[in-house]
């Protein structure tokens, strides 16, 4: 029992400190890429600044509509945070490192990121607001959308690696898959751009038109409830996005320089999340909608087909 208690937060407290340095990094991040001063007041070169922003959130008054569901509306942003949370418990960090060694661990994450989506849904419906109901509804069609693309991608790395566990994925790739699919890389990037709400998919939140979409009448902790959710997410995928495409944990060598390792190819895909947010545009929801499904679907469709078999060509050469 103490060991599994240990275990869990061995994992899931690097996640938090993960997901609440991560903000900081992108403010960072963004104040170089736009000129600016960023955040570097609070502690040494603003180190302290997530921790001012969360006390901050959690201090101010929180307010709930009159008309709203009060126990969907506080469930909503529960449901989101511990559905980004499950979908650590099966990621492999280093050798042995690793809540549930499920043979299908594919398979749980793509079941869990489809769960998620029933938190922003209900934040939306149970807020009884228009703007919030619409942001909700936005996101669920694009979750919906994208999850095919999102799973088509997955399936080919399956199909590759004869496995739908990360620790066979990753002994098995002698070349990482970055290099031969790298148009599925890239496929699998807007993918995960499109899940976790990102710009420029951010159609959910988007200012100009929905205040603030699904988390309009959010404050205080549910604000940061949902915040740390949004986060997490991205911190997540981008592990799995290491995992798949950049070789992931190397298993030969120590576990704390392999785990060191994952950790910079995590900050690498987290970095890529953070520039494509400082380069591109928010686009419109008809263009995002139309992108996947006449655009991204057909070559993702064509890619299942004909990689694994050209993949097993090469390999056979």
């Known amino acids: 029992m103490l060991f599994n208690i240990l275990s869990s937060v061995s994992v899931l407290l690097p996640i938090l400190l993960a997901v609440a340095f991560i903000t900081l990094i992108e403010r960072k991040w963004l104040a170089i890429i736009q000129r600016r001063v960023g955040p570097n007041i609070v502690g040494i070169f603003g180190l302290l600044q997530p921790f001012a922003d969360a006390l901050k959130l ?3 008054e929180n307010l709930v509509p009159g008309h709203s569901n009060k126990f969907l509306f506080y469930l909503s942003s529960f449901i989101s945070l511990v559905f980004s949370l499950l979908a650590v418990s099966v990621i492999s960090f280093t050798n042995g490192l690793q809540l549930f060694n499920l043979d299908l661990t594919l398979i749980f994450t793509i079941a869990i990121s489809s769960l998620g989506i029933y938190g922003v849904l209900l934040a939306g419906w149970s807020a009884n607001s228009k703007y919030a109901l619409i942001g909700s509804l936005r996101s669920t069609a694009q979750i919906v959308s994208y999850e095919l693309i999102f799973g088509s991608c997955i399936l080919i790395i399956a199909m590759i690696s004869s496995s739908w566990n990360y620790n066979l994925i990753n002994e098995n790739q002698t070349i990482i898959y970055l290099v031969p699919l790298f148009s599925l890389f890239i496929i699998f990037f807007i993918s995960v751009l499109a899940e976790t709400n990102r710009t420029p998919f951010d159609l959910n939140e988007a200012e100009s038109e929905l205040v603030s979409g699904f988390i309009t009448e959010h404050s205080s902790v549910p604000f940061v409830i949902f915040f740390l959710a949004e986060y997490c997410s991205i911190v997540v995928l981008s592990i799995v996005t290491s995992l798949l495409f950049l070789g992931g944990t190397i298993l030969f060598v120590n576990p704390l320089i392999s785990s060191f390792i994952l950790g910079l190819k995590t900050t690498f895909c987290c970095f890529l999340f953070v520039l494509v947010r400082a380069t591109l545009p ?13 655009e991204i679907l057909p070559l993702v469709i064509a890619l299942v087909l004909f990689i694994p078999i050209l993949f097993t060509l090469f390999l056979s050469l």
């Open 58 to 60: 959690i201090i101010k």
């Open 282 to 294: 928010r686009i419109r929801y008809d263009q995002l909608i139309e992108f996947c499904w006449t």
